[in-house]
């Protein structure tokens, strides 16, 4: 009987440190597996980070481009205006200049639909990142912050882009305060600049509160974002020749864009 007791001992203690030993080693694969996934992390977001400088780095250089060939557009329909253009002839040398127009309104086009784009990244990783933020890895984290100063940099430059045409505009109205064809524009763009400060608006409550945010709030003030909102010239001549004045008499009452900058 005694026999047997010490046997039994021996069994449990060889149990309880074949427990021990199997504990202990997966701690080790444990730890060992943590060092590698977080090496793994900090490589990829070095990666992350070099692709985004990249990223940010081409499109600063793409919008002073855009801005300085804007800038160009500008002086060089200024001469021409100059030049050619009578009080008594405006709308008609509006349409002597539709190359220009054209050029404009494709470049605030392209833009808004830059916007369009860019939150469908931003969308992606800003549900990955808030379904479960305490279990997202570090480098989607990285992915998610990225993504949303890429998308709030979008919108800004769309709206430095609309608020360098309301300083052109304001040039123009100086020569021609009561043109129908300028007020019309003013009109438009201010609208599409209200829709794109409501982003911005969504983009600092994100920042302030991202656990409580209604993201369909931010989705429905850029599903707003319309580029086709910005005419084309030929339909922008429809709504000229149609347009009432007395519904854009107080066209100038809507102020020059907002730009923001904290992006």
Avoid at 70 to 84: P, T, V, Y
Avoid at 93 to 121: K, P
Avoid at 186 to 204: A, H, P
Wanted: charged share 30%.
């Amino acid at each position: 009987m005694l026999r047997l007791e010490v046997q039994e001992k021996r069994l449990f203690a060889e149990i309880e440190k074949f427990q021990e030993e199997k504990n202990a080693r997966r701690q080790q694969e444990e730890e060992e597996f943590t060092k590698r996934m977080n090496q793994q992390d900090i490589e990829f977001q070095k990666i992350i980070k070099k692709i985004d400088a990249e990223r940010k780095r081409f499109s600063e250089d793409e919008q002073r481009d855009l801005l300085e060939t804007c800038k160009e557009q500008d002086i060089a329909l200024l001469r021409l205006l100059d030049m050619s253009l009578a009080p008594l002839n405006v709308s008609r040398s509006w349409e002597d200049h539709e190359d220009y127009w054209s050029s404009r309104l494709q470049i605030l086009r392209n833009a808004l639909a830059s916007v369009r784009s860019e939150f469908w990244n931003f969308e992606r990783y800003f549900r990955q990142h808030s379904e479960n933020p305490k279990k997202t890895p570090n480098f989607v984290k990285t992915i998610y912050e990225m993504e949303s100063a890429s998308f709030g940099q979008t919108v800004t430059k769309a709206q430095t882009l609309i608020n360098n045409q309301h300083e052109f505009f304001d040039v123009l109205f100086d020569k021609y305060d009561d043109d129908l064809f300028l007020k019309v524009l003013w009109k438009i763009t201010s609208d599409v600049s209200s829709q794109l400060d409501r982003i911005i608006l969504e983009m600092w409550s994100i920042a302030v509160n991202s656990s409580d945010f209604d993201h369909f709030r931010l989705r429905s003030a850029v599903l707003e974002i319309d580029p086709s909102s910005i005419p084309t010239t030929w339909r922008l001549k429809g709504i000229c020749h149609s347009a009432d004045p007395s519904d854009y008499e107080d066209a100038l009452s809507n102020g020059s864009p907002s730009v923001y900058s904290h992006f």
